[in-house]
């Protein structure tokens, strides 16, 4: 059964740092791109980044480029999201989702599993 379940969030001020965690089960991790989205109170879920299967290049949407970076962890099964200089915009659901399909993409439906979320809350 493929879990995808995210860890780290909380509360934290503005320009303060959070680092999310997703932890992966139940499928052949390094064969998948994995990437972050998020869904704030009353919009659509948005696409914050996304990692190829070996690493080598991420991609981000324009709101968080230079603040937060996405790396995982092949041998641990684990995708990550550090975020620095966070800002009350970026108060959301985080979620961490899988792609069977070898190239990167940014639209959510193009994932094929998605994890339950995990809270981020910035104050200002």
């Known amino acids: 059964q493929v879990q995808l379940v995210e860890s780290g969030g909380g509360l934290v001020q503005a320009g303060g740092s959070l680092r999310l965690s997703c932890a992966a089960s139940?499928?052949?991790?390094?064969?998948?791109?994995m990437g972050w989205f998020r869904q704030a109170p009353g919009k659509e879920r948005e696409f914050v980044a996304a990692?190829?299967?070996?690493?080598?290049?991420?991609y981000y949407a324009d709101s968080v480029k230079g603040r937060f970076t996405i790396s995982r962890d092949n041998a641990k099964n684990t995708l990550y999201l550090q975020m620095n200089s966070l800002k009350s915009e970026d108060t959301a659901i985080y979620f961490c989702?899988?792609?069977?399909?070898?190239?990167?993409?940014?639209?959510?439906?193009?994932?094929?599993?998605w994890g339950q979320g995990t809270q981020v809350t910035v104050s200002s």
């Open positions: 990692i190829r299967r070996n690493g080598d290049m991420s």
């Open positions: 989702a899988a792609r069977l399909l070898s190239n990167v993409v940014t639209g959510r439906y193009a994932y094929d599993y």
């Open positions: 139940g499928l052949t991790f390094n064969n998948l791109v």
